[in-house]
Every structure is written in structure tokens, then in C-alpha cells.
């Protein structure tokens, strides 16, 4: 139940709380921190207090050297923009993540000759292989490359319901790239 989420942010903070302040829980505790950080942002977005989420991934993003270790709170961070029926503009941190995860094939406003260009590159690529081989595409051994694809989920639909018919075009084609790069992922 909802309850039990409650509780366990209450223990998470209290957790937190036996740390170190701020900046010395993240030297001297940093796993215990980063796992800490990660499962109270999971949690309050759990709960619907995105605010709370964003601001706990927030710290857990800007205090953590690896992005290997940024992805969780990354991931996290998306579902929670997700979660409070942004506009296109209000993604613009999704955009921000695809860089920081070295896409550099997509743009936040791509023009229609952009997305005719896109999609032909992309139909070549699919009309090359058959469907046994798209059907036999191996899941995505990359943690970062979930992200991306979560991102690309999330722009998408709220390109759909805003009725953006040049996002809605490329971040559709940028998907089917994505998993030609990597794969099927895990969302």
C-alpha cells in the first residue's frame, strides 16, 4: 500500500540523517549515500511528490562523479517530469540527459526536412532486414541506452498529446534508431 512508502521514506531519511552533512556523506559514505539518495527518490516518486523526487535525484545527479552511477537517479528524474504532464518545453532536462549520454542525433525543435531525412536514413536501415531479424534483436545490455530510450518514450508522448507533428515525427524516427543502435530495452 501507499503506507508502507511512507514509511520506508521516513527510514530513508533517517537514514540519511545518520550521515555526515551534505558534502561529507558524499566522501566519506558515498555508496551508502548514492544507494540512500536513489531509493528516496524512487520512493517519493512512488508517492507523487515529484518535487521531493526531483530534488533528492537532483542531489544524487550533481554530487556523483561516474555517470554510471548518475543513471539511476537519471532515470528516476524522467519519470518524474513525465509524471506531471509537462509541456514540450518543460522537458528541456530530458534534452539536457540525451547529451549528457552522448546522443547527439536528436534536436529539441527539428525542422521538417530535418525529420524527411531522418526517417529515410531510418527506412533504409529497416528495409534492409527482415522481420525475423528485427524480431531476433537482442536486448540492450547498457543501462545508459535504457535511459535513452525511457527519454524518447517520454518526449514522444508528450509530443502526441500536444499535437507536435515535427517532434512527434523525429523523436519516433530517433526511437527506431536507438534500437537499431542497441537493442530493446527494459521500459
Known amino acids: ?23 561529507d556523506k558524499w566522501i566519506k559514505n558515498y555508496d551508502r549515500s548514492l544507494e540512500i539518495g536513489t531509493l528516496l527518490a524512487q520512493m517519493y516518486l512512488c508517492v507523487g511528490e515529484f518535487e521531493s523526487c526531483d530534488t533528492i535525484a537532483e542531489e544524487v ?20 517530469l513525465g509524471a506531471g504532464n509537462p509541456t514540450l ?19 529539441q525543435k527539428p525542422s521538417k526536412v530535418r525529420v524527411a531525412l531522418m526517417y ?8 534492409k532486414r527482415s522481420d525475423e ?22 518526449i514522444g508522448l508528450r509530443a502526441y498529446f500536444v499535437d507536435d507533428k515535427n517532434t512527434m515525427g523525429s523523436i519516433g524516427v530517433f ?8 537493442g530493446h530495452n527494459k521500459y
Not at 545527479?61 to 518524474?80: F, N, R, S, Y
Not at 529515410?120 to 528495409?127: A, E, K, P
Open 1 to 23: 500500500s501507499k503506507a508502507a512508502f511512507f514509511v520506508a521514506i521516513v527510514y530513508l531519511r533517517f537514514a540519511g540523517s545518520l550521515l555526515d552533512s551534505t558534502e
Open 61 to 80: 545527479i550533481q554530487c556523483v562523479d561516474c555517470l554510471d552511477d548518475k543513471l539511476e537517479a537519471l532515470g528516476v528524474k524522467v519519470e518524474a
Open 89 to 107: 518545453e518543460e522537458l528541456k532536462p530530458a534534452y539536457d540527459i540525451l547529451a549528457a549520454l552522448g546522443e547527439r542525433g536528436y534536436r
Open 120 to 127: 529515410l536514413q531510418t527506412s533504409r536501415s529497416f528495409r
Open 133 to 154: 531479424d528485427i524480431l531476433a534483436f537482442p536486448s540492450s545490455a547498457n543501462p545508459s541506452k535504457d535511459v535513452v530510450q525511457k527519454i524518447t518514450q517520454l
Open 175 to 182: 526511437a527506431a534508431q536507438s534500437f537499431l543502435r542497441y
